[in-house]
Each structure stands twice: as structure tokens, then as C-alpha cells.
T-cell receptor, first 115, second 114 residues
Framework: DVKVTQSSRYLVKRTGEKVFLECVQD?????MFWYRQDPGLGLRLIYF???????EKGDIPEGYSVSREKKERFSLILESASTNQTSMYLC??????????????FGEGSRLTVL | GESVGLHLPTLSVQEGDNSIINCAYS??????FIWYKQESGKGPQFIID?????DKRQGQRVTVLLNKTVKHLSLQIAATQPGDSAVYFC?????????????FGKGTLLTVNP
């Protein structure tokens, strides 16, 4: 079975703290993504990466950064957490879009609360 | 701008009935569409996909219909079961450079009553 694993299911952090959300996939996928999910807004793309050390901004990158040092791992970083970053964060991966349908495989999500 | 949206935010059906979940999209250049199911506390899971050169695709108890003329996508679930209760998202992929980036709709909550 394909597997995307997010290291923390639930986190509670304080305003101003630095937060790391880790994601690992075991499918040797080139593409990895970070989305946030909020009621009434659906899934919004924060950042994605199509190769090691490569990254591209999604639709809402402000306040976030990412790291892709190894193919299987994609980290989302909140340099200074704010209350409006309280959300469900979803990591996903996919094979190269040109050679596959482009289906995303999602992790179980990390629910972050910033106090 | 480009967007993917849903006509109905909630849908309640009786067990055994057929369900139809609708989705409108605005990017006429999108070449690929997916339906995802998200159960409470879990990440979205792939249900079925369809390419823009098709207008219908069937899976196990599910059918996706694509009407490119009116930019409309629907998911039909036959003989809906309580286990089908979830939020359903449609997603589209633009053709060309962003061919690995999906844009998601806001979701429809399907509730199946026993």
C-alpha cells in the first residue's frame, strides 16, 4: 500500500513559535505538496516540490516555507506561528504529471492549533 | 480567476438511494478531473478520475460524468451506503506547465441516513 505519513496528528503551539510539520512518502514520488484545509474554503495549496531541493509557491505561501532535502521527505515550516495559521495541514505526493494521471496521495493530516 | 466549485454544500440521502454530487469548474483548459472522498479525521482518498477527452467513466458503484460544454462534473454513487458518508471534493488539473498541480473545490458533505 502506498503511504504518506505525517509525523504529528495534533499539535498545539503558541504565537511566535517556530513549527515544523514533517511528511514522508514511501512511493518514490517526485512531487510533494502541502495544503491547508479550512471549513468553507476547501483545500488550498501552500507550496509544492517537484524534485529534491526544488520548491514552488502555491496559492497561499505567505507565512510558510518548505524544505525538500531528500526525495521522500517534505517539511512545512512556520517561522513564527500566528493564530490565523490554526488549521488542518495535509501533505500529498504524486508521480510526475507527464507520465501519470496526476492523482495525489494524501496523508492523514496534522491539526495545528496556535494559541 | 480559475475556480472549482460545488452547487450543493450538503446532501442527505437515504440508504440504498442513488446520490449525485455536482461540481462546476471555470478553467476550460483543464484536462483532468478527480473526485476525492474524505472521511472524518482522515486525509482525502481517490475515488475516480476522468480525462477531458471522455464524458463518462464508471467505477465500482460510482460514475463520473463530464460535460465540457457547461463545465460541469458530477459524481454518482449507486445504492448509497452509510460508509459513503463523507465530504466529497472535486479537483481539476490545468493543462500545460502546471500539470502536477490540482485545484480543489470546497467540498460537499454527504450524509447517508439508515
Amino acid at each position: 500500500d502506498v503511504k504518506v505519513t505525517q509525523s504529528s496528528r495534533y499539535l498545539v503551539k503558541r504565537t511566535g513559535e517556530k513549527v515544523f510539520l514533517e511528511c514522508v512518502q514511501d512511493m518514490d514520488h517526485e512531487n510533494m505538496f502541502w495544503y491547508r484545509q479550512d471549513p468553507g474554503l476547501g483545500l488550498r495549496l501552500i507550496y509544492f516540490s517537484y524534485d529534491v531541493k526544488m520548491k514552488e509557491k502555491g496559492d497561499i505561501p505567505e507565512g510558510y516555507s518548505v524544505s525538500r532535502e531528500k526525495k521522500e521527505r517534505f517539511s512545512l515550516i512556520l517561522e513564527s506561528a500566528s493564530t490565523n495559521q490554526t488549521s488542518m495541514y495535509l501533505c500529498a505526493s504524486s508521480p510526475p504529471g507527464g507520465s501519470h494521471t496526476g492523482e495525489l496521495f494524501f496523508g492523514e493530516g496534522s491539526r495545528l492549533t496556535v494559541l | 480567476g480559475e475556480s472549482v466549485g460545488l452547487h450543493l454544500p450538503t446532501l442527505s440521502v437515504q440508504e440504498g438511494d442513488n446520490s449525485i454530487i455536482n461540481c462546476a469548474y471555470s478553467n476550460s483548459a483543464s484536462d483532468y478531473f478527480i473526485w476525492y472522498k474524505q472521511e472524518s479525521g482522515k486525509g482525502p482518498q481517490f475515488i475516480i478520475d476522468i480525462r477531458s477527452n471522455m464524458d463518462k467513466r464508471q467505477g465500482q458503484r460510482v460514475t463520473v460524468l463530464l460535460n465540457k460544454t457547461v463545465k460541469h462534473l458530477s459524481l454518482q454513487i449507486a445504492a448509497t451506503q452509510p460508509g459513503d458518508s463523507a465530504v466529497y471534493f472535486c479537483a481539476e488539473r490545468g493543462s500545460g506547465g502546471s500539470n502536477y498541480k490540482l485545484t480543489f473545490g470546497k467540498g460537499t458533505l454527504l450524509t447517508v441516513n439508515p
